[in-house]
């Protein structure tokens, strides 16, 4: 890599541009590792609008589905220990997953049209988006089953937000939703505990994760950053918002704060084979496996945005071919910023993103708070953010 000074310098100036355009962010942090240690680190702008706090690097978020690889490597550490067969029906450790019937639309007086499915959920399915599971922002049946039915939001982590229908047969095709809440709700019936404990004792100890959990303790509100909204012209505003402070359920696809700084610990576990700051957190052999292909034939599509004040249509590097591992995506072919094929990545409803390029050891993560998902100023700001540290690979090259 080229100089860190020089590199730091780049950033820091696509960190300035996102926040200081008249449609950019509020506030943004954004961290990269490597193997051994967060080589960048930068914060700019606020923490919300209208307030003096500015945003910091201890700064924290609600991290939305970046939550997701968490439950899929607590999921995979009970795979090593041989409680979890990713292939045996769901229902075995959980019986209320093998309730979900399939909908298969509405009739005349506009109620819904259930039968059973043709095949059991399997924690595989679960973990690969392939269950048959939606969210009502991207999928216009659970949408109407919410304006019409009073279907809760998955945010209220509710036991009742989790009982939705399935979409289609299991194993049918992939279409991302609540899989991984319903993952952590297989996990915690395997260990007999509560999600949080369950990550706590097995990954973020391990990992020296001190600030991630599902509920904000006090030194965490002291610097939590606000939600905001953008609007049709561009503009943004603070809006309210706070996940449930003490959640019905711990959700394992969205529920969880964290700072950027504990979750670079993650992304370096990953790097490293399985090994954390403080002991292994998964076996390398299992690390293999998880980045493989595990869609067999899927493909990972285009999310829609049925609802605009929650997401714009959004999708990673248009026309490639994506697929989904153990849990995450899959970029199958190099990624216009540099990214190698068979790297791994998500992100976030409030427009959080990460990847792990576990090829040249490398890792990022970009924290921003801002509604609908897909926002322009900030999915671009971190593409530009990407793209630098594979400029600056291959400068060093």
Known sequence: MKSAAAFKAAVDNIL???VVSNSGVSGVVAMATDRTQTFYEGAVGKRQLGH?????????FAIFSTTKAITG?????????????????????????????VIEGFDESGEPQLRAPKRDITTRMLLTHTAGLGYDFFNSTYARLAQEKGQPSIITASRAALTTPLLFDPGDRW???SNLDWCGQVIEAIVGERLGDVFQARIFEPLGMQETAFSLSETMR????????????????AMPFELPPEPEIHMGGHGLYSTVGDYMRFIRMWLNDGQGEKGQVLQADTIRMAEQNHLHGQSVTMLPGVIPALSNDAEFFPGLQKSWGLTFMINDEEAPTGRPAGSLGWAGLANLFYWIDRRNGVGGFWATQILPFGDPASFGGYLAFETALYDSLRQSA
């Open 16 to 18: 300035r541009d996102a």
């Open 52 to 60: 003096d706090a500015e945003m910091t690097t201890d700064t924290v």
């Open 73 to 101: 490597t607590a999921a995979l550490q009970l795979v090593e220990d041989g409680h979890l067969d990713l292939d045996a029906p769901a229902k075995k450790y959980l019986p209320e997953i093998g309730r979900l019937q």
């Open 175 to 177: 279409e991302y939703g």
């Open 222 to 237: 002291e610097r939590v950053a606000g939600m905001h909204a953008r609007h049709a012209d561009g503009t943004l505003s």
